[in-house]
């Protein structure tokens, strides 16, 4: 028995000559509807293919959009260029919704690239993730506590090597998928300011992409929640033979708001920077890198999270980079505590190396 098809009535309203649809479809048979799932995970190959897990769902009753599908699709690129030490802030005008509408974000990507390294003997080792950050900033309010290295805010596109070749340039593409879309109200934008932290002797090519969707004119969402990101960079400690040792402090993997923030995971990279000639060459660094470095981890309160040192690698995901943290609000003004512990059994001449963490999550 055939199954009868939806009608549809396209009507137009004079006054505003915006179109008004009307669907009339039959009662559906259950055998015939397929189940629908979030489309901001579930099409992804990486994540069809087990190295990036399934987002957490969404807080039961939170819909930071109205409608989670309302919208038209809408990407925005910019790039700019930042010298050693050095930083760039995106134009606003390249990263402004051109509807003049408020706009939802739902994936930010990153790329970084340094043509001067690509004729390099060790180019091919060199990860631009640690050594390019980024601070976002919507109108007053801010989404980052200082910048945030690239490749803490999700994992890589291009995890296993983390250094993919673009013709004549060393470039790394990065990504950050919000549990929440970031909203946007008309007029204003997310404004990134890039920063080069050094140890490259080289500018670097930095490019980023907002994709998502531009609200119709007048849509307001009923709850917004917006993103917040903490980071603690430790000292870069010598691969000398001898033991070193650093910790976070107060300021970094904060909450300093008045308001509690619920965190979704940690991020945690390590880096080996090898002077060679002019350049430091960045390695990427999982595993062996990763494998040097013994973690512990506290709240402010006392309470051990990571009570024994352990490995990078054996507290953060080594396919995601990721601590998964499900369910946990922070309180204000509360923070956590890491101690780092470098001991390398063989000292490396002119080369240094560093932890990186990020604390992900959001407030309503």
């Not at 993103?227 to 904060?254: C, K, Q, R």
């Amino acid at each position: 028995m055939p199954t009868k098809k939806p009608t549809v009535k396209l009507t137009v309203q004079q006054a505003t000559r915006s179109p008004s649809i009307t669907i009339s479809n039959p009662e559906p048979s259950p055998m015939a509807m397929p189940r629908i799932v979030n489309p901001s995970w579930a099409f992804d190959p990486q994540a069809a293919s087990g190295n990036v897990p399934p987002r957490p769902p969404r807080r039961a009753g939170f819909d930071p959009a109205s409608s989670h599908a309302a919208g038209i699709p809408i990407k925005l690129v910019a790039t700019g260029t930042v010298h050693p030490n050095g930083s760039v802030s995106i134009p606003g005008r390249a990263l402004m919704n051109p509807n003049q509408s408020a706009m939802l974000i739902d994936r930010i990507l990153f790329f970084s690239g340094a043509p001067q390294l690509a004729s390099a003997p060790a180019a091919f080792g060199t990860t631009l993730g640690g050594v390019i950050a980024c601070d976002f900033a919507l109108g007053n309010r801010k989404l980052t506590a200082s910048p945030v290295p690239i490749w803490l805010f999700d994992p890589t596109i291009n995890l296993p090597s983390e250094t993919p070749a673009i013709t004549n340039i060393v470039g790394n593409l990065h990504q950050w998928t919000p549990r929440h879309p970031i909203y946007v109200p008309p007029g204003e934008y997310l404004s990134p300011t890039f920063f080069h932290r050094g140890f490259l002797n080289s500018d670097i090519l930095v490019g980023i992409t907002y994709e998502g969707r531009s609200l119709p004119r007048g849509v307001v969402p009923e709850n917004v929640a917006y993103p917040y990101v903490a980071t603690y960079i430790s000292d870069a400690m010598a691969f000398d033979g001898a033991t070193h040792t650093a910790a976070s402090v107060e300021t970094d993997l904060n909450n300093d708001s008045d308001s509690p923030l619920h965190v979704d995971y940690f991020t945690g990279e390590a880096m080996m920077f090898l002077r060679a000639i002019v350049l430091y060459y960045v390695l990427p660094s999982w595993p062996p890198i990763a494998n040097q470095f013994l973690l512990t981890m506290a709240r402010s309160d006392g309470y051990e999270i990571v009570r024994d040192p352990l490995y990078l690698h054996q507290i953060f995901n080594p396919h995601t980079r990721r601590m998964e943290i499900l369910n946990h609000t922070m309180p204000p003004k509360s923070y956590y505590n890491v101690g780092v512990t470098l001991n390398t059994a063989a000292a490396l001449n002119n080369a240094v190396g560093q932890v990186q963490i990020a604390m992900i999550g959001w407030r309503e």
